[in-house]
């Protein structure tokens, strides 16, 4: 539990900060984050993609490759960091060797498909507790949402089809399964369930104007 929250703290340090910038995408974060919690000189090890042949892990559905975004590691402990970064559009000034680029750039992009968004940030918790069942290491786990679109964090319709899957603050119960199983949605993402209940609980911060919001999950 040590483990687990040290790397909560120094995430929630970096997401709180004042100075933070708008990142492009989920890789962009993953990179400054990662360097983010070296420089803390908390762990022993900083790993990102963290390769785990899925066919180790029991009752995983999804067939793919299981890449773990960050593992930070200190000790004889492990724990594995999994990041969703979503965004809708903006465009803002930007320079490149030091010059002003015209018109402005695309910085964030409308990404869209909240339904599915919200699918993989369960599917990322359901992917960590599979390890932490695995391997003796593996005591504990986070999932790290990010995004600009507040969208995210409404309360689903019940009649909505990705109704279970909903992302608004407060406990949420393991059935993650779609309303309509003959959808697009359930054909190409199967449903699942997880080990036990879990707490989402946002928290906002501005980065260069913009307003995020973000949830740490613990697993």
Same mark, same amino acid.
């Given at each position: 539990?040590? !483990?687990?929250? $040290?790397?909560?703290? +120094?995430?929630?340090? =970096?997401?709180?900060? %004042? &100075? ?87 910085? !964030?992009?409308? $990404?869209?498909?909240? +339904?599915?968004?919200? =699918?993989?940030?369960? %599917? &990322? ?95």
């Amino acid at each position: 539990m040590e !483990l687990l929250k $040290q790397a909560k703290e +120094d995430i929630q340090q =970096y997401l709180e900060s %004042k &100075d933070g910038e708008l990142l492009f995408n989920e890789r962009d974060l993953q990179m400054h984050l990662a360097i983010h919690l070296i420089g803390t000189g908390h762990y022993d090890d900083v790993d990102v993609e963290y390769y785990v042949p899925y066919e180790q892990l029991d009752n995983y559905i999804w067939k793919n490759e299981l890449k773990l975004d960050i593992l930070v590691h200190k000790g004889n402990e492990f724990l594995p960091i999994e990041l969703k970064y979503k965004t809708k559009r903006h465009c803002k000034k930007i320079y490149r060797f030091n010059e002003e680029m015209p018109n402005g750039v695309e910085v !964030l992009k409308n $990404q869209g498909a909240q +339904d599915l968004g919200m =699918y993989d940030f369960w %599917k &990322d918790v359901r992917r960590v507790e599979l390890v932490c069942r695995r391997f003796a290491a593996v005591k504990n786990g986070l999932a790290v949402f990010v995004t600009n679109d507040k969208q995210y964090l409404n309360h689903c319709r019940e009649t909505s089809n990705n109704y279970h899957f909903c992302m608004s603050e407060g406990i949420h119960d393991t059935y993650r399964h779609w309303k309509n199983s003959d959808s697009s949605c359930a054909g190409s993402h199967p449903d699942f369930e997880l080990e036990r209940n879990y707490l989402v609980h946002w928290e906002d911060n501005v980065y260069e104007g913009v307003e995020f919001y973000y949830c740490i999950v613990e697993i």
